[in-house]
């Protein structure tokens, strides 16, 4: 399963407007900052357990050096204090170095030793955060990013199949990842921050309580103006979604070698790139416009903290011409003050990223909070083993749909039988097997197997039982070997079992003729990958069918559309001997491939409108005779 990929955003061409389910953004008023910033620590507690359960040491570590970083900067301060007055006081008296150092100078001295060790200690305390921080940074994006696909293997197929959740996918890999140690670091930041305000507060209170409340709200205007605009920054985030999953889509499509062949034969790059810059151009005008507003209001906002500042300078150096202070206090409380301002904005800027990072944060729990039904099946067998698969007035609308995909569908098939599904495209026969593995749920009627309701049965189990080849199954880039072993994961290394499948999907003389044989690397992506026609490759996929040895059902649906007419017939010829004792079903559109089944069934516009064996549905001459006649015509 490939997370990210999808069905594409609605296209973007060049000058379109913008699509009407993403309005843009509106700007954030004064009541929306404050109802959102009142969960400011909506997922804080979340983000600060999954960082912990990460690493406990490294979580441990990163509390401790953030206390003590936060700690330092005021204690060098009053050194420095002690330091300049120690300087002062000993300047003042006689001296004579004949007579060695002075108490005085002795002081000194160790006073610088004291404040060296502790410039040591603080540049050790913030090289061990930002150790401690990249390490834990790694192992975050790992466990976040396991979350993501981890949850993804619970999804239904629904979930898939609708746009709205490819956005909250989008979303949630984009920035989320990175946002659980990002809310944590500047929850550290603030206790840090918090810690030295609280010691830089106990000094400056000696000057003055007033010069501590100064501190505190010269910050403020700066702080409101920083978390508006990150409301509207996730705003913007948000809306842009499914353009932002269309730009990669088209990055896909441009840089893939499957879409290669199509895009340089008819000459879809520039079309295509024009439109992947069309999008890069409304995003970054709404990143533009933001950015501009953001840091326009920043500075003009910053600017009040700077003449506060400058305004306490002035204050302090009057204090000390008048003799209030000395000249060491006043140096430790300009100090103070500078790094006390830096320190409010810090906290302050810490407490608006942890309100952006919680909104970030949303897209994540948004996404892992995903409610997915909860299995309540746990039979592993049925009442009525011989009885097969029966279809009880099954009908189904695919979600968001219009139109049933099926209607009123009655259907019996006994072990040692053999199906064939015929109708146009879109008739529903895809449909039907999606019902038949419960990739979906009927809307009405039943589904059941040896008697037993779908719905009733164990989903491991019931899976066990069906093996299943679609036409657009999966061509994953591995070896050979495991290409084939996929189709059971229980014995997906199982170098005998490779063997014994690729026997039964006709797949082993051509895996014999590859440099490696089973071991041969499959696909473009990686080194020495080999690329496989299109029949081969379908040879693969039937020889993953036959990797589920118990499955006691096996369905074809359409797998061998690469292969020619001759080379289908004999596929299915010998599908159908391995499958004597199974129920077999298939799906083609050749009709001298469906005229082998012991029954057929046509569909149409989502009912059954025929049924019979070959012979019984031409003497019928109806809607299947007039196909079959079409197409052998055809070959005359």
Do not use: C
């Not at 619970?154 to 809310?183: C, G, I, N």
């Not at 407490?351 to 909070?369: A, K, Q, R, V």
């Not at 290394?493 to 039964?504: C, F, H, L, S, Y």
């Not at 081969?536 to 074809?556: C, G, T």
């Amino acid at each position: 399963m490939r997370i990210g990929a999808g069905p594409p955003a609605a296209p973007a061409t060049p000058g379109s407007p913008l699509p009407p389910h993403a309005p843009p953004p509106t700007p954030a008023t004064a009541d929306d900052v404050q109802r959102s910033f009142a969960g400011v620590f909506r997922f804080s507690g979340r983000a600060l357990a999954l960082v912990w359960s990460t690493s406990h040491g490294l979580t441990l570590a990163l509390g401790l050096l953030t206390l003590a970083a936060g700690l330092l900067p005021a204690a060098m301060a009053w050194v420095g204090a002690l330091i300049v007055d120690a300087v002062v006081a000993a300047s003042q008296l006689p001296l004579d170095f004949a007579d060695g150092l002075t108490p005085g100078m002795v002081r000194i001295l160790q006073l610088i030793a004291l404040e060296a060790g502790l410039v040591v200690a603080l540049a050790a305390a913030q090289r061990g955060l930002s150790l401690a921080q990249s390490l834990l940074r790694a192992q975050l994006g790992q466990r976040v990013n396991v979350m993501i696909l981890d949850k993804a293997l619970t999804l239904q197929l629904s979930h898939f199949e609708d746009a709205e959740f490819y956005d909250k996918l989008t979303r949630a890999r984009r920035e989320a990842s990175s946002r659980p140690l990002s809310l944590v670091t500047r929850t550290f930041g603030l206790i840090q921050n918090a810690v030295s305000l609280v010691s830089y507060g106990v000094l400056l209170a000696q000057f003055s309580p007033w010069a501590v409340l100064v501190l505190v709200l010269a910050g403020l205007p700066a702080f409101l103006a920083e978390t508006r605009f990150s409301g509207d920054a996730f705003r913007l985030f948000r809306w842009r979604s499914p353009e932002t999953r269309m730009q990669m889509y088209l990055e896909t499509v441009l840089a893939r070698e499957d879409h290669a062949k199509e895009v340089q034969l008819y000459g879809l790059g520039p079309l295509l790139l024009d439109r992947y810059r069309a999008i890069f151009g409304r995003l970054y005008g709404e990143d533009r416009r933001l950015a501009i507003r953001r840091d326009g209001w920043g500075f003009a906002l910053g600017l009040i903290g700077t003449a506060t500042l400058y305004g306490a300078y002035a204050w302090i150096a009057l204090a000390t011409v008048a003799a209030r202070i000395t000249l060491g206090q006043m140096t430790m409380y300009l100090m103070l003050f500078r790094q006390g301002q830096s320190a409010v904005s810090a906290s302050l800027s810490a407490i608006g990223g942890m309100y952006e990072d919680n909104l970030y944060l949303s897209t994540l729990y948004e996404y892992l909070d995903t409610p997915v039904a909860a299995a309540v099946g746990n039979a592993v067998t049925g009442p009525d083993p011989g009885d097969g698969i029966r279809f009880e007035a099954v009908s189904f609308t695919y979600p968001g749909g219009d139109e049933p995909a099926l209607r009123d569908i009655d259907l019996h098939v006994r072990p040692g039988r053999s199906l064939a599904l015929v109708g146009e495209n879109g008739s529903g026969k895809t449909t039907l097997i999606k019902l038949l593995t419960r990739l979906y749920d009927p809307d009405a009627g039943r589904v059941l197997l040896d008697g037993r309701d779908l719905r009733e049965w164990d989903e491991a189990t019931l899976r066990q039982r069906v093996g299943v080849i679609f036409q657009d199954f999966a061509r994953y880039q591995m070896r050979v070997g495991e290409n084939i072993g996929a189709g059971d994961v229980g014995h997906f290394g199982d170098r005998g079992r490779w063997q014994v499948a690729a026997d039964q999907g006709m797949a082993t003389p051509f895996i014999d003729a590859l440099p490696n044989g089973f071991e041969t690397q499959l696909g473009k992506w990686f080194r020495e990958g080999r690329e496989l026609s299109g029949g081969q490759w379908q040879k693969i996929a039937l020889a993953r069918a036959f990797m589920r040895s118990r499955a006691d059902i096996l369905v074809l649906d359409e797998p061998t559309a690469a292969m020619d007419a001759a080379a289908e017939a004999a596929i299915f010829a010998h599908f159908r001997e391995l499958t004597r004792e199974r129920i077999a079903i298939l799906i083609s559109h050749r009709f001298s491939t469906v005229r082998m089944a012991d029954e057929i069934v046509v569909i149409e516009q989502g009912r059954i409108i025929e049924r019979g064996d070959h012979d019984a549905l031409m003497a019928r001459d109806g809607h299947y005779a007039h196909l079959f006649s079409l197409q052998a015509r055809g070959y005359r």
